[in-house]
């Protein structure tokens, strides 16, 4: 199988060093969150500040000729020519296809690697490298988001990380993986000792962590978060789950919505979260680790999934309904959900030395 050729715009690389800059205050490492949904990167910026770059995980093949080549060069549309096609990547990849009633094709499905599409590994390489950019030197360390073990599937990761730490490694990178849920414990609970309960809403899986200073307890993840609403959501109204997909991501109050379309959306996601909500419960009463934290704890949640409004109230809804056995102070969305995994990747990275083991 042929790889698809370069990015035809240009891949965001790094912010050109100004003459004379002192690079020192530039701190080295990567976090890359890799999910099913998003691809994010996150880094510090020449000013020490952190910075971000987004990149929507998905592509669709189309049929163009030289003008509409000519008018996706004009408009900086990222695409790849691969088998006589064309892939329209990223952001650009789910508005053609709510135009041509088409459904996005993803180069992951439940939080890995899709074994069902075999252009997945390919385009996933090119928007991998085209988030990341090349390193600052050799061996810089990147962090990169896997999920936890699932609870309610026999999927097995070990494939997924290893693929992606050979992928980065060749990248130039000397890169080691977390768990998604514990990177939003770096990410969002530091002001809280890291001690509380980290939940990432992404596209593919639900992914949970709590934590205790830092250390993890107990972390899994779930078969199912955004794209499951989608996709049920599309079956009980009629349409393609690419559509559901807009319907949802334009905003949706799960506790009033306004039509029929957000009344479906609303029920499939009131029924995710109280999922979630009885698997953790269960997770924790079947644990022998004795959980006794000396003071209630705050929960939070980040991912593209957990956007809607209302989600913390629901959450906190049901956890008041089932009779949560570990005392929770607060349910809480992070202030930038969809970066919170990348960002508490770069927190780890940056504790790594260039050289340092993995």
């Known amino acids: 199988m042929?790889?698809?050729?370069?990015?035809?715009?240009?891949?965001?690389?790094?912010?050109?060093?100004?003459?004379?800059?002192?690079?020192?205050?530039?701190?080295f490492g990567k976090g890359l969150d890799v999910g099913t949904a998003n691809l994010v990167c996150a880094f510090h910026g020449e000013d020490g500040r952190p910075t971000l770059r987004r990149e929507r995980n998905a592509f669709l093949d189309v049929?163009?000729?030289?003008?509409?080549?000519?008018?996706l060069n004009e408009q900086k549309v990222s695409y790849a020519s691969y088998n006589?096609?064309?892939?329209?990547?990223?952001?650009?990849?789910?508005?053609?296809?709510?135009?041509?009633?088409?459904?996005?094709?993803?180069?992951m499905q439940s939080g890995l690697i899709s074994a069902r599409d075999a252009d997945a590994l390919p385009v996933f390489k090119l928007l991998i490298e085209k988030v990341l950019g090349a390193p600052q030197q050799e061996g810089e360390p990147l962090c990169f988001s896997i999920p936890a073990a699932p609870v309610d599937s026999t999927l097995n990761i070990e494939y997924h990380k290893g693929i992606l730490v050979a992928l980065?490694?060749?990248?130039?990178?000397?890169?080691?993986?977390?768990?998604?849920?514990?990177?939003?414990?770096?990410?969002?609970?530091?002001?809280?000792?890291?001690?509380?309960?980290?939940?990432?809403?992404?596209?593919?899986?639900?992914?949970?962590?709590?934590?205790y200073k830092s250390m993890p307890a107990v972390s899994f993840s779930i078969t199912r978060c955004g794209d499951w609403i989608d996709q049920n959501a599309g079956q009980?109204?009629?349409?393609?789950?690419?559509?559901?997909?807009?319907?949802?991501?334009?905003?949706?109050?799960?506790?009033?919505?306004?039509?029929?379309?957000?009344?479906?959306?609303?029920?499939?996601?009131?029924?995710?979260?109280?999922?979630?909500?009885?698997?953790?419960?269960?997770?924790?009463?079947?644990?022998?680790?004795?959980?006794?934290?000396?003071?209630?704890?705050?929960?939070?949640?980040a991912g593209g999934?957990?956007?809607?409004?209302?989600?913390?109230?629901?959450?906190?809804?049901?956890?008041?309904?089932?009779?949560f056995p570990l005392p929770i102070k607060e349910v809480r969305v992070s202030p930038h959900p969809l970066d919170a995994t990348a960002r508490g990747c770069l927190v780890a990275a940056n504790s790594m030395t260039p050289g340092a083991e993995k």
Request: with cysteine.
């Open 84 to 107: 006589k096609l064309f892939l329209v990547l990223g952001q650009a990849a789910y508005e053609f296809a709510n135009i041509m009633g088409r459904e996005v094709r993803r180069t």
């Open 63 to 71: 049929k163009i000729d030289a003008f509409t080549r000519a008018m």
């Open 236 to 301: 009980a109204l009629g349409i393609k789950s690419t559509r559901a997909n807009g319907l949802r991501e334009r905003g949706v109050n799960i506790k009033a919505p306004k039509n029929r379309e957000e009344e479906a959306i609303a029920i499939f996601y009131r029924n995710l979260i109280a999922y979630v909500v009885s698997t953790l419960r269960e997770h924790l009463m079947a644990s022998d680790l004795g959980l006794d934290f000396p003071s209630a704890i705050p929960l939070v949640c």
């Open 168 to 211: 980065l490694n060749r990248f130039g990178y000397q890169a080691f993986a977390i768990d998604e849920g514990m990177a939003v414990v770096y990410s969002e609970l530091a002001q809280d000792g890291f001690t509380g309960i980290g939940a990432s809403f992404g596209g593919g899986m639900v992914n949970v962590c709590v934590a």
């Open 2 to 27: 042929s790889e698809p050729t370069a990015l035809k715009t240009s891949p965001n690389p790094e912010p050109a060093s100004k003459e004379g800059r002192d690079r020192s205050m530039r701190k």
């Open 305 to 323: 999934t957990a956007l809607a409004q209302g989600f913390a109230d629901v959450f906190a809804e049901e956890l008041d309904k089932i009779g």
